[in-house]
């Protein structure tokens, strides 16, 4: 297992990761797993076996049942563990100060996380999403008391905007304080947005960038047909994960399927592998029920793809431009160094 730098910083985690949404069943979770904490364990030890260091979960995943089976499920080799949670959300019952990026809210999230997780500090502690409500001098000086305290070791982000965690970086540079080191984002053969500023701005910002999704809900795995119901406990059956286009979705589908077909792989391997193969990646999050799902996509190490199937898929994958990337690409090709606006 190849590790990498987690952004700018000396923390090194493994290219593959876990993400624990599939333990538990609370707060409408089951559908994605519903996994206890002797089928969690067993998921955890594969992992650590294959050399994933780096495990992720937040305290709404299955009202925080998943934070607890994590917890338990890491316990014996905890000090193996570069453990990751997010707040940002309620929780089932919270109050109306139980959310958002607040002080408040982050030093009591924190402190029920580090209970339910049954740990005396949280690796890497990264806010869920974006709360235009709270000022983020409020939000960086919090965190940055929650890591000055022990209790939080690197900070990271989910997905904002590319000018909302600019923003955000310059102002903990601007006072001093801890800074973002990751960011966590949608990205997939499926939904590639991020490359049209998330990515280019965390390499320049020198923020590392860690993968959800990278299936597109299963989409990628190649077992669903066009024209046919996604499966049941699938994560697009919930709608949340589907293409506004599903004919070229499964055209890219197809182009995967044919790629693994020629290389003896797995749709889902190729897929997994065209992301850690992407410039900036620092790791993918692999979400798996049982551990064939897990060993199939745990083996995507150690081969790349070629650069024609890069190329194959990257162009069946591709979709226009908006402004005002097309407008920059057709009057500024003289003056635009590398593909991501970066000097190599």
Avoid at 159 to 176: D, I, K, M, P, Y
């Amino acid at each position: 297992m190849n590790m990498r730098f987690l952004g700018r910083t000396g923390l090194q985690v493994s290219e593959l990761s876990f993400g624990a949404m599939t333990f538990g069943s609370g707060g409408g979770y089951g559908h994605m797993g519903g996994l206890d904490v002797d089928g969690a364990r067993a998921l955890v030890e594969q992992c650590l076996d294959a050399g994933v260091n780096f495990f992720d979960t937040s305290d709404v995943y299955a009202a925080g049942e998943s934070e607890r089976i994590l917890g338990a499920a890491v316990r014996r080799r905890r000090d193996e563990v570069v453990l990751a949670t997010k707040a940002r959300w309620p929780l089932e019952g919270a109050g109306p100060n139980d959310q958002g990026l607040s002080r408040h809210h982050l030093v009591r999230a924190v402190e029920a996380s580090l209970r339910r997780l049954d740990t005396d500090h949280i690796d890497l502690y990264q806010i869920h999403g974006w709360d235009g409500r709270t000022p983020w001098e409020e939000t960086l000086r919090a965190l940055d008391d929650l890591v000055r305290a022990g209790k939080v070791r690197y900070l990271g982000a989910s997905n904002l905007a590319a000018w909302q965690l600019t923003r955000a970086v310059g102002l903990s540079e601007q006072h001093f304080l801890e800074r973002f080191a990751v960011h966590q984002i949608q990205y997939n053969l499926l939904n590639r947005e991020a490359e049209w500023e998330l990515i280019p701005m965390a390499r320049h910002l020198g923020v590392g960038i860690t993968c959800w999704s990278p299936l597109a809900g299963g989409l990628l795995s190649g077992h669903q047909q066009p024209g046919t119901t996604p499966p049941p406990g699938s994560r697009r059956s919930t709608g949340y994960f589907e293409p506004q286009d599903m004919q070229w979705a499964f055209k890219v589908v197809d182009a995967v399927r044919k790629v693994a077909a020629d290389r003896g792989a797995t749709p889902a391997q190729v897929a997994i592998r065209w992301l850690l193969d992407q410039p900036g990646v620092t790791s993918v999050i692999l979400g798996a029920r049982n551990s064939g799902q897990l060993a199939e996509n745990l083996d995507v190490t150690g081969w790349s793809l070629s650069d024609q199937e890069r190329a194959r898929l990257d162009l069946v994958s591709h979709r226009p431009l908006p402004y005002p990337y097309w407008h920059q690409a057709f009057t500024d090709a003289d003056r635009a160094g590398s593909a991501d606006g970066l000097e190599d």
